[in-house]
């Protein structure tokens, strides 16, 4: 059964239940099944249930190949406490199901859950906290070594920017713009910027712009080591120093151990859980609660085709976060991507892979919904399972943002000049991005601009000149035969080819014919 792709939006954890639900209704066999010895029509066993859902997500494209078997009991759990299916005799409401041969039916009763209705965030907005004593001042770049083409764009910038400067300075006062006016720049560019590239009409019910703290990306953005990791001035929001020593000593096995402590077999496992239960104890997710609708819909994005507008999503999603929780995050993904492509790691569990038992560890401390909700972990584990092979680039400080903000802010002090007395409102700029289409739009672009560039070699193979007519009938029969399809559009008939060399030269016959010599016998 092919699957829907559920568009980005708000409550898409919803829709993706109810999607999943209908699927799973409509698509289980059912048979008749013995059990003690009675027989039971229209029914399914645990284990085919499992065995058909696990499936189906796994080809899903809002789902991907890593869930687990052991994810899709859970969910089947949900499923039963939710009354989507029911046990033989009717029973349901609670998560009693295991992967075996008990008899589970579908209710009478549709399994479609209502989307509800909520005002604009209102609970979310409530808890963020209003302006800090002390304000992030303009963001200078990072303190990380920038790439050479960045080092270039920004001098370049620079030199303009200074001799505009230098020509106005005698005639133009400058009117000063307030650390309001700069946070509010950063909190519209960001909001323009996400907008966009998630392609929704609005963002009112997946992110309000109350959330967006210019204090926090600000900080993000220009307080980071030599390999990008946020710099917390408190130290009391840092991750303790045991755990940090654990994290290194497992994300760079066995080179980091310190062969003065004592080892012993099963050590790395114990290490291993104590960082686990480090995260796992958190009072709330790493991506926080109130971003949960805005990372859900990210989700739509994790495609192979748009893998690099994910990216730059992410991004700049993570630079919304607290720095505490950015900065544990990104020590967190760092951590795990090094374990999973560590062949020197041993076996952290008996039973499941080590690239497994990352996501499936720490997938609920990184995203989860205040309110339960009963695809958590299975959207937690896309999402991390991505996460983690890209962190690299994710948690790269996107300069782009820096250079858009700062450029308005030159915008608006020329404006201030231009039109003196008046008061100028922060209009901001209009960015295009590509827009997003369908992975079958995607392939049949494709192929119809590959044709198109081969249609055109053969234009010019037709209209060369400088080739000799043995030289232009070799290639065409190489084209011909390497591309028949191209060639009979371009010539359907005998006669079309022929006129391309209806001009081709004769060749004349001598002027004067020379009779060949008759030789005769010397015999008589």
Same mark, same amino acid.
């Given at each position: &059964?092919? #699957? ?33 010895? +009675? ?37 089947? +759990? ?37 989307? /509800? ?16 004593? %002390? ?42 713009? %307030? ?65 940090? #020593? ?12 310190? &062969? #003065? ?93 080590? +690239? %497994?038992? &990352? ?72 960015? #295009? ?83 060949? /010599?008759?030789?005769?016998?010397? +015999?008589?």
């Amino acid at each position: &059964m092919e #699957s829907r792709l559920v568009t980005a939006g708000p409550y898409r954890a919803t829709k993706l239940w109810n999607e999943v639900t209908k699927y799973f209704r409509a698509g289980m066999p059912l048979r008749k099944h013995r059990q003690r010895f +009675r027989k039971y029509g229209n029914c399914f066993s645990a284990v085919e249930a499992v065995d058909w859902l696990h499936e189906l997500l796994r080809n899903n494209r809002n789902f991907g190949p890593e869930v687990t078997r052991q994810q899709t009991v859970q969910l089947l +759990r949900k499923f039963l406490k939710n009354h989507v299916i029911e046990d033989i005799k009717g029973r349901w409401g609670s998560e009693n199901l295991d992967d075996n041969n008990n008899l589970f039916r579908f209710p009478s009763t549709s399994p479609v859950k209502t989307l /509800p209705r909520r005002s604009l965030l209102k609970e979310n907005t409530e808890n963020i906290p209003k302006e800090e004593e %002390s304000l992030f001042k303009l963001p200078h770049f990072s303190r990380r070594t920038p790439k050479k083409h960045e080092l270039d764009t920004l001098e370049n910038i620079k030199n303009t920017k200074s001799e505009i400067m230098e020509e106005d300075k005698e005639n133009l006062h400058w009117k000063k713009i %307030s650390q309001e006016d700069i946070e509010e720049i950063w909190r519209n560019i960001i909001l323009i910027h996400l907008q966009t590239i998630l392609g929704l009409p609005s963002l009112e019910e997946v992110l309000h712009s109350a959330q967006v703290i210019p204090q926090y990306v600000m900080y993000n953005m220009t307080n980071t080591s030599k390999h990008g990791v946020v710099v917390l001035q408190n130290k009391s929001e840092d991750l303790p120093h045991w755990v940090l #020593s654990a994290m290194k000593c497992l994300a760079y096995w066995p080179r980091s151990n310190d &062969m #003065s402590q004592p080892t012993y077999v099963g050590f790395e496992r114990d290490v291993f859980r104590t960082v686990a239960d480090y995260f796992l104890n958190l009072p709330e997710p790493l991506l926080t609660f109130e971003y949960y609708e805005l990372f859900v819909n990210i989700l739509d994005l994790l495609r192979p085709h748009l893998e690099r507008v994910a990216i730059e999503a992410l991004q700049i999603c993570c630079l919304l976060l607290p720095p505490p929780n950015r900065r544990k995050l990104q020590l967190l993904m760092r951590m795990i991507s090094r374990i999973s492509q560590n062949v020197d790691m041993p076996r952290l569990h008996d039973a499941v892979g080590t +690239r %497994s038992l &990352m996501i499936q560890t720490f997938s609920r401390c990184v995203l989860c919904c205040a309110e339960e909700v009963d695809l958590d972990e299975l959207l937690a584990t896309r999402l991390v399972s991505f996460l983690m092979d890209h962190q690299q680039d994710i948690f790269q400080v996107p300069t782009y943002l820096q250079i858009a903000v700062q450029d308005h802010i030159e915008s608006l002090k020329t404006a201030q000049f231009q039109y003196p007395g008046e008061e100028i409102s922060a209009i901001l700029p209009t960015y #295009s991005y590509c827009k997003q289409i369908t992975p079958q739009e995607f392939d049949e672009q494709k192929v119809s601009t590959s044709q198109a560039a081969v249609a055109e070699l053969l234009e010019n193979i037709i209209r060369d000149k400088t080739l000799s007519l043995k030289d232009k009938k070799k290639k065409l029969k190489r084209f011909q035969k390497e591309y028949p399809l191209i060639y009979q559009n371009r010539f359907p008939t005998t006669e079309s080819e022929a006129i391309l060399f209806e001009n081709k030269p004769t060749i004349k016959q001598p002027m004067l014919s020379l009779k060949k /010599p008759k030789f005769r016998s010397l +015999r008589y």
